[in-house]
């Protein structure tokens, strides 16, 4: 099983889990990010062995996390040549953003009722922040707004209370990244037209506005499927 993480702010929360618990946290988590991430590329083949060097766990603790991510269709067993990164059509894509869509927008009441407005505070102060990027730290922002993009993301689900929706979200979440993470990805290029878009949900969020939240939300997703498909925003 992957750490929890607070529904409200993404963050992981204290584990009081035994060694042996913990380190199969930390393989699942590794190669999670190792799929978020790009390291791990659809079509790709790799062995247990190298996820025992690409993670630092144990081989049992890695042989556990695959099994999660074979059920996930994250991984796929090719007898006899490892582990195989599956690949994402089109078709998917289309149909992970409507499943996104519909989770997202639902979870906006929710969020505005549950979501403590400390943490929206927190998100919308680091999203204007990173409007003043000093020269040189422009790369460090991104990065900086990537992680606070899916964690922000991730917490809006959260706030439902529903572990299932949760778990759905995530792992599709990882699937559209699978497929076209290159073009998703926040960068020095990018990072403007995120930050508004982010903000222009967020801000009606604390202020009530629940219907004028959920139409920025669903633009924001609209823009980043066009993105997914290789159009561009004007």
Do not use: C
């Amino acid at each position: 099983m992957p750490a929890k993480t607070h529904p409200n702010s993404g963050s992981p929360e204290p584990s009081s889990e035994p060694p042996e618990q913990m380190m199969r946290e930390k393989a699942y988590e590794r190669i999670e990010a190792l799929l978020n991430s790009g390291a791990l590329k659809p079509g790709q083949l790799v062995s247990q062995r190298e996820l025992v060097k690409l993670t630092d766990t144990t081989l049992g603790s890695v042989r556990e996390a695959i099994a999660r991510f074979q059920t996930e269709g994250l991984l796929i067993p090719l007898p006899k040549r490892g582990l195989m990164v599956p690949s994402m059509d089109i078709q998917f894509v289309r149909e992970a953003y409507e499943l996104r869509s519909v989770l997202e927008l639902a979870a906006v009441d929710a969020a505005m009722r549950n979501i403590p407005k400390d943490t929206l505070e927190f998100w919308i102060r680091e999203f204007e922040r990173a409007e003043d990027a000093a020269p040189g730290q422009e790369q460090e922002y991104a990065d900086a707004l990537q992680k606070l993009d899916w964690s922000m993301h991730n917490a809006l689900i959260g706030s439902m209370h529903n572990e299932l929706f949760l778990n759905v979200y995530r792992v599709t979440a990882i699937k559209i990244r699978m497929a076209v993470q290159y073009r998703l990805r926040v960068t020095p290029f990018n990072a403007e037209r995120v930050r508004r878009e982010h903000l222009a949900f967020l801000i009606p969020m604390r202020e009530g506005r629940a219907e004028a939240a959920k139409s920025a939300l669903q633009q924001h997703i609209d823009n980043s499927l066009t993105l997914a498909l290789g159009g561009t925003i004007a």
